[in-house]
C-alpha cells in the first residue's frame, strides 16, 4: 500500500513500486510471486516422476559413466548421455509409475564387445567368468564386470581384466549381495581409453 508525503507516492500500488531517488519520483513493476501451491499440471507430475526414476537408477553409477558413456566429440557429459539412453530405451511407465528396466540399461557406450561367455558361477560370495574370444584380442583389451544392488544403491566394479585370459574370479562385497544384483560387462583398451557397449549379463538373487 502506498503513502502520499509531502506530495509524493511512496510504496506499492497493484504491480506498480513508487519511490523518490535523487529528488525523483520513480516507478517500477514488480513481478508477483509465483504461488507455489499451485498444482502441477499431469503432463508436468508425469514428467517429474520419469526423470526421478531415471536419477535414482543412475547417481549410484555417476562415476563409472562419467567416462564409459562420455561420447568422443565431448558435445555432452556421460551423465546426460546416460540419461538420454534410459529415458529412450530403458524407462517403463506402470500403472504404479515409472521405473528403470536394467537390462536395459547401457552402463558404457561404444563399439561392439561381445564375449561368448561359457561359464558364469557364484559360488559364496565369488563370481566367476569363463569366456572364449571370437574376435582378435589384443594386449591391451580389458574386461571390467560391474555388479549394482539397485534397492541398495550400491555398485561395484572390478579392475580391468586382461581379456586374453579368458578367466575372471570376482570376490563381490557382502552388501552387493544383500537381495538382488544385475551384472554387466564392458571392453576398455587400457591405452586408447575406448569402451565398448556395455553387456547385461542378468539378475542374481542371493
Known amino acids: 500500500m502506498a503513502i502520499m508525503k509531502g506530495g509524493r507516492l511512496y510504496g506499492r500500488v497493484g504491480d506498480q513500486l513508487f519511490y523518490v531517488r535523487n529528488g525523483v519520483q520513480?516507478?517500477?513493476?514488480?513481478?508477483k510471486k509465483a504461488n507455489n501451491n499451485k498444482p502441477i499440471s499431469e503432463l508436468r507430475a508425469k514428467q517429474v516422476a520419469?526423470?526421478?526414476?531415471?536419477?535414482?537408477?543412475?547417481?549410484?553409477?555417476?562415476?563409472?559413466?562419467?567416462?564409459?558413456?562420455?561420447?568422443?566429440?565431448?558435445?555432452?557429459t556421460g551423465m546426460n548421455r546416460a540419461v538420454q539412453q534410459v529415458l529412450r530405451e530403458a524407462l517403463v511407465d506402470s500403472e504404479a509409475g515409472p521405473y528403470v528396466d536394467p537390462a536395459r540399461?547401457?552402463?558404457s557406450r561404444g563399439g561392439p564387445g561381445d564375449l561368448h561367455l561359457e561359464t558364469i558361477q557364484l559360488v559364496d560370495g565369488r563370481l566367476k567368468l569363463q569366456?572364449?574370444?571370437?574376435?582378435r584380442v589384443?594386449?591391451?583389451?580389458?574386461?571390467?564386470?560391474?555388479?549394482?544392488?539397485?534397492?541398495?544403491?550400491?555398485?561395484?566394479?572390478?579392475?580391468?581384466?586382461?581379456?586374453?585370459?579368458?578367466?575372471?574370479?570376482?570376490?563381490?562385497?557382502?552388501?552387493?549381495?544383500?537381495?538382488?544384483?544385475?551384472?554387466?560387462?564392458?571392453l576398455s583398451d587400457r591405452l586408447s581409453k575406448i569402451y565398448s557397449e556395455s553387456k547385461y549379463v542378468g539378475a542374481f538373487l542371493v
Open 26 to 31: 520513480c516507478v517500477r513493476s514488480v513481478k
Open 50 to 76: 520419469r526423470m526421478k526414476a531415471v536419477m535414482r537408477f543412475l547417481v549410484p553409477l555417476k562415476s563409472i559413466i562419467y567416462n564409459t558413456c562420455r561420447p568422443y566429440n565431448d558435445r555432452m
Open 105 to 107: 540399461v547401457k552402463v
Open 131 to 135: 569366456w572364449a574370444n571370437d574376435f
Open 138 to 186: 589384443s594386449n591391451h583389451q580389458q574386461l571390467f564386470l560391474l555388479a549394482y544392488n539397485v534397492e541398495q544403491e550400491l555398485v561395484q566394479l572390478s579392475e580391468g581384466h586382461p581379456l586374453s585370459d579368458k578367466e575372471l574370479e570376482v570376490a563381490l562385497q557382502d552388501v552387493i549381495l544383500e537381495g538382488t544384483f544385475h551384472l554387466y560387462y564392458y
